[in-house]
């Protein structure tokens, strides 16, 4: 099997062996790795990637979710170019008016938002919004969910993604580390919790109350698990109750399960929201916003009025937040033409629509075929889950068949498919009708050969 994928993919095996030699496993993300090796790629177009052997792939993976336009769409291209040839600069390392303009737009479209500040990644956002958690509060602990991804930082790499045989009870999850390196003191203060199960997390939380600065959580997980309406309403009664802060992580899902991300489809507002991805239209990009009084404790002016002196009492007590290319402007001009285009007409509803289109045809080949298939999903991401059970959270998920799925996925990438194994899937608003025919055929000749 490694071998076909090689033959085929001469050129990307040279230059992984290349970068095996200057880079530790020859990628610059661990998840970027795949077996016998990833695929490099050196061009994009629309909703196709280019590898070095000159091969085409339709594009699922759109780097993560991010391109939700596609690649090198002109909009975006053309906003970057203007804004650096008419302010002549990539950065001011300034404040400047773009700033101010996503922040208003921000506001407008996430029910949560009232105060923005950006970062460099989705990590940094979560990790500042845990950080303001904890300032407000005074508490030290956080609440995480079993299986909820936050980005790579001490922690967050609690129980993203660990054996079942370590994870004890589902009513009393167990914190694992998730990586070498965690120090004991994150392992110890990261409760971890149940996703779409209320009584449990009700009593979990309870139980933490005094210690917990606040509940994170992927309100679709992974974005592909929905949480269920009823649990994400009581998760935010409780919080409220108990005096824990309440954190979105809608890096993945902002702007790609509606315009105002999930806080808008489940009419739920958090107290912060970590945004990423599809805000910075293909750059690095985060932002964290949410309630005024919890934003404005990194105010360095203190909150005052805007003409008054300020700062002299200040200090320790603020809450620190920097960043070298914080709201970097070439960064949030393809942002903003990314989010204008979405807003405009028929757009995100159009590109809902054809992923349950992609979606249904997807489970119709499969049902064909005889595999126990099911599309998880919301909005413009889904996943293929090959079970028919259930599907709720991290412990529902292991029943699937993952070996199947790698199997489908390799032929898949064979193809001319690109998702990285076991990888959902992103749509963009470029992806063609020829691309979902195609897609769902390609899908039918995997399942077919696989079963040769
Ligand atoms: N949170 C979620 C839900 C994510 O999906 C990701 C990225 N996959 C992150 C945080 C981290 O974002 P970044 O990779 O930009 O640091």
């Not at 993300?29 to 085409?56: C, R």
């Not at 402007?329 to 393809?334: H, S």
């Not at 998702?419 to 009708?433: C, F």
């Amino acid at each position: 099997e490694a071998s076909v994928v090689s033959v085929a993919n001469r050129k990307s095996r040279e230059l992984y062996e290349r970068a095996c030699e200057v880079m530790p496993g020859g990628v610059t993300a661990n998840i970027k790795y795949f077996e016998p090796h990833p695929i490099m790629m050196e061009k994009g177009k629309g909703s196709k990637l280019y590898d070095v052997d000159g091969k085409e792939y339709i594009d699922f993976l759109l780097s993560y979710g991010a391109l939700i336009h596609g690649h090198g769409y002109e909009p975006v291209m053309q906003a970057v170019y203007n804004q650096m040839t008419n302010q002549g600069t990539t950065i001011f390392g300034t404040p400047h008016f773009l700033e101010i303009k996503m922040a208003e737009k921000l506001i407008d479209l996430y029910p949560g938002i009232e105060m923005v500040r950006y970062t460099n990644s989705g990590l940094e956002a979560t990790i500042l919004a845990v950080r303001a958690g904890m300032a407000y509060t005074g508490k030290e602990k956080i609440a995480k969910f079993e299986g909820h991804y936050h980005g790579g930082s001490n922690q967050f790499l609690v129980s993203v993604n660990p054996d079942l045989d370590k994870i004890g009870s589902q009513n009393e999850p167990r914190s694992i580390p998730e990586s070498t390196g965690i120090p004991d003191y994150f392992v110890e203060n990261t409760v971890i919790l149940p996703f779409n199960d209320l009584a449990a997390t009700d009593q979990i939380l309870r139980k933490h109350a005094k210690e917990l600065s606040a509940v994170i959580l992927e309100p679709v997980q992974g974005g592909f698990i929905p949480a269920d309406e009823e649990f994400i309403k009581g998760l935010r009664k409780i919080t409220e109750e108990l005096d824990i802060l309440l954190i979105f992580d809608e890096v993945k899902t902002g702007f790609r399960t509606s315009l105002g991300g999930c806080q808008e489809v489940y009419g739920v507002k958090p107290d912060l929201t970590a945004l990423g991805k599809v805000l910075g239209g293909g750059f690095p990009v985060g932002a964290v916003g949410g309630r005024k009084d919890v934003m404005m404790i990194s105010a360095p002016n203190g909150g005052r009025d805007i003409l008054s002196a300020g700062n002299k009492d200040k200090g320790k007590d603020v809450l620190f937040h920097s960043g070298t290319y914080n709201g970097h402007p070439t960064v949030l001009a393809a942002g903003l033409a990314t989010i204008e285009a979405l807003e405009n007409g028929q757009t995100i509803d159009q590109l809902f629509e054809r992923t349950r289109f992609l979606r249904n045809q997807l489970e119709a080949v499969y049902k064909r075929q005889g595999i126990d298939m099911q599309t998880i999903g919301m909005g413009s991401i889904f996943n293929l889950v090959l079970t028919n059970e259930d599907v709720k959270n991290y412990r529902d998920l292991q029943k699937a068949n993952m070996t199947l799925r790698k199997m489908i996925d390799k032929e898949l990438l064979q193809k001319g498919i690109y998702t990285k194994p076991l990888n959902r899937y992103s749509m963009s608003t470029v992806h063609t009708d020829e691309d979902i025919a195609k897609t769902v055929e390609l899908h039918e000749d995997a399942l077919k050969n696989l079963r040769r």
